[in-house]
């Protein structure tokens, strides 16, 4: 037994212990609550367990979080991939308890271990030190987001929408494995710090990085692969897309900075240029198909695509940046998740189907009802995501602003704010549909 | 000086604790009296002149570069003031109106506070922040509490506006990120100002964008007429009161001041925008059927003249602008006082529908004439002192193209004489026969303040000239 205890994989520090504890928390929350499904208990055990063991984590992170960086395990846990931690748990603890996953899917209850899994490697991603593990944890991520975007199985959407993540999901973990092999092909390695120090220019590296690039973009919603965004906003249940749409963006930008930036990709001038391409395109596509939407929840799809489009360029120029850029993506992440819970609300108050869509149309004021304090939060979110000041929007839109503008990518700089103006007319409208009662005379 | 800026903030803290309709008139109008005194107190220390002679530092955001900085000196501090007076006058009006909810208070209070706030800033982030906020509380109170077309009216508003101010953060952007300029505090842009202007000669025009649009100058001015008409009476009041002045006044404080190379070059520009402002603005005025767009329009015309003065470069004609500025706060305010006061009674702004207003309540119809005469500049009124100080100090530097805005002045003559001649004189019209236009006290109360300082500031403008002297800066 104690030959045991002295192998290797023991042989741990006690901080690399306390590096660590955060995953086991949340590996001890999957199991439990998979133990739990398998016993059926009731769903005040699932909300106890997601609340207590997401929190825990939280705290775990919290104290080690100015800790200086670690390499073990092939991790190499830091500063940033803590708060990515810190932040992921916050939003899955949020999104379940906002949207009242345990009583609505009180006979189902596997959702939490699922929840648990999409924490675990969404906080293990930006730990990556080599491209190999940076696919596997985003494979790891994607396969329990696959489940739970379906987990509505009597809803249509939802199904339609778990088919499109999943094909389009494949599709573009295919491009970023592509982009693995030929970074490979290219250089021998896949390892980041082999990477820095040998990989040599040609078509060969450029073509890696495309797709690379391509893979990354995908979970990202950039365009030209924001296409599969709306269709799972829209069919997903409400808390599913809300994490999607915080969640993934904010630990994908990381990592993703951080792999540019370890490998020295990011000194490629070629993959600066795709990451302009590809930013301006989603700023003014996704405006265009935000303004022009019908549907409350692809709107949101689309500025996301906007959002994401601003930070394209911030995350292939790595660490210089990446506070602005992980900032901007918690407040964003924050302020989703604070849009959709009271609209599932309000959507089921009026008797609908809290994970149905709405047209917003339908918003409109009626006249025996007054401004509820979730169509004041709703609209609060609205302007800050428009980016009005003194709301949080604001400051965050305006820091990734003066960070694009100081690596001289002016044009990007102008093209997010006629963005922003665009973005008044489609996330103002709605606002003003909550509280503006039509054709009737209330004043003067 | 913080004191006077967070008031309106725990006003509005305060309003959002009061549920009925009539609590939350009273405690509005007596939460004015502490803003008052608080007022009183910074006049007593503020210093004549134009630089933020006293300024009061709060701390710092260093990602931003921004220093959270307060300023005062008469030349915002005397806007600060007439915002204190409208919002006190307006308080009286609130009284016992049915309309009047704790949310409107709220929102009104909230606007006061994005208003004192963007003229004490002495930061342009700072600045900027306050000067969008305002948008907020303006968005929903045309938005929920307008007429017809309000949302319209609201959108359009918000769009141009929040337009206009995009180009100023680009400025802002360009300065933080591409310049030697240690912070945005405004002491230190214009200490460098030399060096900014060097550097992009474009800068200026950013910061000049987003003031042209809210003052508005033509052919910006289109959101106007919309958002005055739509608006309810107090936000109408407010509007052309203090938040078409503030257009004005980041002119003088932020391009003026600080890049004035850039702004002396582009007078002759604004003398053409203005020239054609007047003319269109009281062109506009002349042929309207409504009369709140009728007065939205010679809203445009008088700004217009406020922005010819400006365009001159001699001391009358930009200490004239500065008074002219002030004046209108407050005859057009009284017209949209008084119509709003008619309006409230008949629900009608057809002009079409009124007529003998002098028969039916001849308190209401002084004020009305009252306003109108201020409005198109009789002398021993205010907006006499504003024009002729303008039109001279105009003649002196352009010479005979003063004609031009002089039509102005006529057509201005004739479309304030036509309204007073249909709306107040000749027969009662069976729209205004229906209704009771007996004033409650607390309208009388409002409309009163209004009288006062008319009379006061045209009998006695240096009170006002004297104390803005030094802070209109000439070239």
Known sequence: MSEFFQSKIFELSFNQFLELLPFLILVGGFGLSVVGAALKFPPRFFKLTGVLLLGLAIIAWALILFQSDEYLLGLHVSKLTRVVGVICSIFAVACFGLFNVADRYHKRPEWLALLFLCVLALSLLPTARDWISFFVFLEFFSIPAYILVGYDTDREHSLEALLKYLLSGTFSSALLLMGIALTYLNAGSVDYLALSAHFPNGILSSLALLFLLAGILFKMTIAPFHFWAPDVYQGAPTGVAAFLAAGTKLSVFSAAAVAFSETGFMLHSELMTFAVIAGSLSIVLGSFLAFSQRSFRRMLAYSGTVNAGMLAPLMVSGYTSISSGVFFLFIYGATIIVILGPFSQIVSQRGLDPNGDLDPESFNRKDSEGASISTLILSTALFSLAGIPPLPGFFAKYWIFSDLWMQGQRQVVVLGLLATLMGVAYYIRIAGKFFFADKREIFT | ?475
């Open chain 2, 1 to 475: 000086m913080v004191k006077v800026l967070l008031w309106p903030l725990v006003s509005a803290l305060v309003l959002s604790l009061l549920p009925r309709n009539k609590w939350a008139q009273w405690g509005n109008f007596f939460l004015h009296i502490p803003w008052i005194v608080f007022l009183v107190a910074l006049i007593k220390v503020t210093p004549v002149g134009n630089a933020f002679g006293l300024e009061e530092v709060y701390g710092s955001l260093p990602v931003f570069k921004s220093t959270l900085a307060l300023g005062a000196d008469s030349l915002n501090v005397s806007l600060v003031a007439l915002t204190v007076f409208l919002s006190f006058s307006l308080s009286f009006y609130f009284l016992n109106h049915p309309k009047i909810s704790p949310g409107f208070l709220i929102l009104f209070q909230l606007l006061n506070f994005g208003t004192v706030g963007s003229l004490l800033a002495a930061d342009a982030f700072v600045f900027y922040v306050f000067w969008e906020f305002m948008l907020i509380p303006l968005f929903f109170l045309i938005g929920v509490w307008g007429s017809e077309n309000r949302v319209y009216a609201a959108l359009k508003f918000f769009a141009m506006t929040l337009a206009g101010s995009l180009f100023l953060l680009g400025g802002i952007f360009f300065i933080v990120t591409r310049t030697q300029v240690q912070s945005l505090e405004w002491l230190e842009i214009s200490r460098n100002s030399a060096v900014l202007s060097a550097t992009a000669p474009w800068l200026g025009w950013a910061f000049l964008a987003a003031f042209l649009v809210k003052i508005p100058v033509w052919p910006l001015h289109t959101w106007l007429p919309d958002a005055h008409t739509e608006a309810p009476t107090a936000v109408s009041v407010m509007l052309a009161g203090i938040l078409l002045k503030l257009g004005i006044y980041g002119m003088l404080r932020w391009v003026l001041q600080l890049f004035p190379t850039l702004y002396w070059n582009t007078t002759d520009w604004l003398f053409a925008a203005a020239v054609i402002g007047i003319i269109l603005g009281s062109y506009g005025a002349l042929r309207q059927k409504d009369i709140k767009r009728m007065i939205a329009y010679s809203s445009v015309a008088h700004l217009g003249f406020v922005v010819l003065g400006l365009a001159a470069t001699n001391a009358a004609a930009q200490s004239g602008a500065f008074f002219q500025n002030f004046a209108h706060g407050l005859s057009t305010g009284l017209l949209f006082l008084c119509f709003g006061m008619i309006y409230d009674r008949t629900h009608s702004r057809k002009l079409d529908d009124y007529g003998g207003l002098a028969t039916s309540n001849r308190f209401l119809a002084f004020a009305f004439v009252f306003a109108c005469m201020a409005s198109v500049a009789l002398p021993g009124l205010p907006g006499f002192v504003g024009e002729f100080l303008i039109l001279s100090g105009t003649y002196l530097q352009r010479g005979w193209w003063v004609l031009l805005p002089l039509l102005g002045v006529v057509l201005g003559a004739l479309y304030i004489l036509q309204l007073v001649k249909t709306l107040v004189f000749g027969k009662v019209s069976p729209l205004m026969q229906s209704h009771s236009f007996t004033l409650k006290w607390n309208e009388v109360a409002a409309i009163l303040p209004f009288l006062v300082g008319l009379v006061l500031l045209g009998l006695a403008p240096q009170l006002l000239l004297a104390w803005t002297n030094g802070s209109i800066p000439v070239r």
